[in-house]
């Protein structure tokens, strides 16, 4: 309908996160709320705005679009023309067009906002205690979406038609599910089932309840989550935490725990197991839900086993209203780690599950809604004050960035071998995908495939070249040779220092430290204890390790005796393993006689893991990282930290600095220091040296910030050390926040570091 009045109009194109967060409705309420006439729509990742009235009422509406938006929303006027008044009698939301230009953002999946959880909690409301509670602000995502535009019928929320209450929420403008896709009750939405040898049930409450008792007996159950499945037992009980360990074969690797939320802030529960400062406890009670790695208090209350050697809890707060029930119901701790076979990415699949782990657990709490794609839990770990990002994932990705110039090209870049994850960038924008773990499995390669099909078939751009790292026995390397398009090699270590350059914004000349275990570098050997000196696309390698040859290839790694006998040897000192396993070490020995299988390395990764076998820590890992993880604990341990003012000598090997790590090796060696001073004195040093090598640098270059990229710098006693040291001396030093600073964040550092060299 239209009238006859004379009236001012403007067309508004709308950018940014402004999908799946109720922006439409949200349009429509503030142009009711200024008098204005017209229609929005979503369009292909885009919101259109046709709206007529006062001039004033229209400027104050434009304001309002950004300065009041959902919470969730990130909006951006790119258009706004003045066009002819069509007289508009009202103001609607039209059907989505689908067509158009793809200017998509596709938002992560967020935990319960604070009006669901007043209707979870309300024995009067029609939602109460219904595991699926959602709205425009919170809810499943990512994980859902099959296509776009987003719309339910592009959802795996397709099956389940609105019953006619959802549908009038779903229709009200007023509501605050009015168009908010996931919507569901209990009569129409989806619902639990509880299985194990004895029993199968449907009900929803029957089956939590069925759980929590099982979990209670100290049973092992996979419950299907929003981005994929998790390994559940009873966090309190050393047994059952114990018999997980044995049953998926993971000895040692620390478990996260799924904390209720208790008291005002929620965190009651979590004060008693980890020491809380304020930037954790918000990270904490993000919407994305993180994983949070915090010291933990001593004694604790779980089970020893939890994270044994290790002086840090993994917690997170429920991600969903599911498991809000689910723990609450519980009462504590719950042990809460990723459904998979080890280095795998988290299971969706209901089938797969129970072929692939029922060796595993006792039975299954899962739900009839299709997780489209796996999304498993996102990981920080506190260092200097801010909770740094491990591993990206649900809540947190895809991490969508913009780029401060626009590209010549699509393109796709594979990331690493392990923590893998991939990127795709095209005009100015960069978007990240969730964590899809070690290469080296099958299954892997599988979602690592279908991950790049999706993000291009998500945002409708398809890469035109792609960037892979230099290393060319990767799997992602080797994937990306069989494919009909260019390739473009990036240095390993490179990408990590433009990692770092790009999450700051930072042009201007800096020095990267990138230490971590092994990539790949230009002169064929290992590097892994790099300093480079310049900005993205002008990277000069400046300084290094002196280099020891290193004898086993992949079983490095898992193998931290290998490191320490290469140090032996190549010191012409014999090693004598404390383990009984004289014909691998005589193998490994002629291996590095011959240099067979053998090449010289740089790397700090693996001088953490000689000295964690030298301590006595470990010879023989069996997760990734175990090792540095455990000398930084130990080190962690000593009541008073270890002081000193040594650093390592620099020597000049060609254009290259080296670091010589020789006064380290007989340091560890010495035993009138305890183990823990030892460990202690490593860390300090090899700090102090950070220190010296910038101050020798600056001497002669313009510096204007040291950074610290690599895996290696997830170490928090480490970078904490670097970090201070440099303050003292008034030197800027940047880590990474948003973007993981170990191999997680290798894609994005190629995109970084491709976008440079382009443009240079």
């Known amino acids: 309908m239209k009238n006859d009045m004379p009236q001012t109009a403007l067309k508004l194109q709308v950018t940014g996160r402004v999908q799946a967060v109720g922006f439409r409705p949200f ?34 509406f434009c304001e309002d679009l950004i300065a009041k938006a959902p919470p969730l929303a990130r909006p951006e006027i790119t258009q706004k023309i003045v066009v002819a008044d069509e007289g508009f009698a009202d103001f609607c939301i039209r059907d989505s067009n689908a067509a158009g230009e793809a200017l998509i953002h596709i938002p992560p999946d967020q935990a319960m906002c604070p009006d669901c959880e007043r209707e979870l909690l309300n024995p009067l409301d029609r939602r109460y205690r219904y595991p699926f509670t959602n709205c425009t602000q919170c809810g499943p995502r990512y994980t859902i979406i099959r296509t776009v ?3 339910r019928k592009n959802t795996s929320m397709s099956v389940f038609p609105l019953c006619p209450p959802c549908l009038l929420e779903y229709e009200a403008p007023s509501n605050r599910r009015f168009h908010a896709e996931p919507n569901a009750c209990p009569d ?28 209670k007996q100290g049973q092992i159950l996979a419950v299907k989550g929003v981005g994929g499945y998790h390994l559940m037992c009873d966090a309190h009980n050393a047994q059952a935490v114990q018999k997980l360990r044995d049953n998926k074969h993971r000895p040692h690797k620390p478990l996260a725990l799924l904390l209720p939320a208790t008291g005002a ?64 119901d519980f009462g504590h701790a719950l042990v809460a780690t990723s459904a998979n076979i080890s280095g795998e990415p988290v299971l969706t699949d209901d089938d797969a599950v129970k072929q692939r782990l029922s060796a595993v657990v006792d039975g299954y709490l899962s739900h009839n809604r299709d997780i489209v794609r796996p999304a498993d839990d996102s990981v ?12 990206l994932g649900r809540g947190s990705a895809p991490l969508e960035w913009a780029l401060k110039h626009s590209l010549p090209q699509p393109v796709l870049a594979l990331g690493g071998h392990l923590k893998n994850t991939v990127a795709l960038a095209w005009g100015k924008r960069l978007v990240v995908s969730p964590h899809i773990g070690d290469l080296s499995a099958h299954r892997s390669m599988l979602v690592f495939q279908q991950v790049i099909a999706d993000l ?34 990036i240095s390993h270590h490179r990408a990590h220092a433009s990692a770092l350059a790009g999450e700051h914004g930072r042009e201007d000349r800096g020095l990267v430290l990138t230490w971590d275990g092994v990539g790949l570098g230009d002169d064929g050997s290992l590097w892994g204890g790099e300093a480079f000196l310049g900005c993205p696309g002008d ?41 009984d396993n004289k014909p691998a070490l005589a193998l490994a020995h002629q291996a590095w006689l011959r240099r067979i299988n053998t090449l010289p390395s740089s790397a700090v990764g693996r001088l953490f893991d000689a000295a964690a076998a030298m301590l006595g820590l470990l010879e023989y890992a069996s997760h990734d990282g175990e090792a540095p993880m455990r000398l930084e604990a130990l080190a962690e341990s000593l009541e008073t930290p270890v002081e000193t003012r ?26 009138r220091y305890s183990p823990a001073q030892r460990a202690g004195l490593l860390h300090r040093i090899l700090a102090n040296s950070a220190l010296h090598l910038y101050q020798q640098l600056s001497q002669k270059h313009d510096i204007h910030w040291l950074g610290l990229a690599g895996g290696v710098f997830q170490n928090r006693l480490l970078s904490e050390n670097i970090k201070a040291l440099m303050q003292a001396q008034d030197v800027e030093c940047l880590l990474a926040t948003a973007i993981p600073t170990n191999d997680g964040g290798l894609s994005y550092g190629q995109l970084i570091e491709y976008a440079a060299q382009t443009r240079r």
């Open 539 to 579: 990277w000069q390698r400046v300084a290094s390790f002196r280099p020891f040859h290193l004898a086993g290839g992949d079983k490095l790694g898992l193998e931290p005796w290998r490191s320490a006998a290469a140090l032996h040897w190549e010191l012409g000192l014999p090693y004598a393993q404390s383990t």
């Open 27 to 60: 349009v429509y309420r503030i142009a009711l709320a200024h008098q204005l006439k017209g229609w929005v729509r979503n369009s292909v990742g885009l919101v259109d705005i046709h709206v007529e009235g006062e001039a004033a009422q229209l400027a104050q």
């Open 456 to 489: 291009q078939a998500l945002y409708q751009v398809k890469a035109e070249a792609l960037l892979t790292d230099a290393h060319p026995q990767y799997a992602s390397s080797r994937w990306a040779k069989a494919q009909p398009l260019p390739l473009i090699p």
């Open 188 to 215: 129409c939405g989806p619902q639990l089932c509880f299985q194990n040898d004895n029993v199968l049930i449907k009900d929803t409450a029957s089956a939590l309840a069925a759980a929590v008792t099982a979990l």
């Open 646 to 671: 040594a650093y390592l000598a620099l020597l000049q090997m060609g254009d290259v600095l080296r670091f010589d790590w020789e006064p380290l090796f007989y340091l560890l060696k010495n035993t």
């Open 380 to 391: 920080s770990r506190l260092i200097a004050g801010k909770p740094r990002r491990i591993r």
């Open 149 to 151: 535009p987003y719309d």
């Open 265 to 328: 802030d929620g965190l009651e529960t979590v004060k008693t197991l980890v020491a809380l400062d304020a930037n954790s406890a918000l990270m904490l009670q993000d919407a994305a839900r993180p994983i949070i790695l915090l010291p933990k208090k001593i004694p604790s209350a779980v089970a020893e086993n939890i994270a044994p050697g290790l002086s840090e809890l993994g917690v997170m707060l429920p991600p969903s209203p599911f498991h809000q029930m689910l723990s609450t």
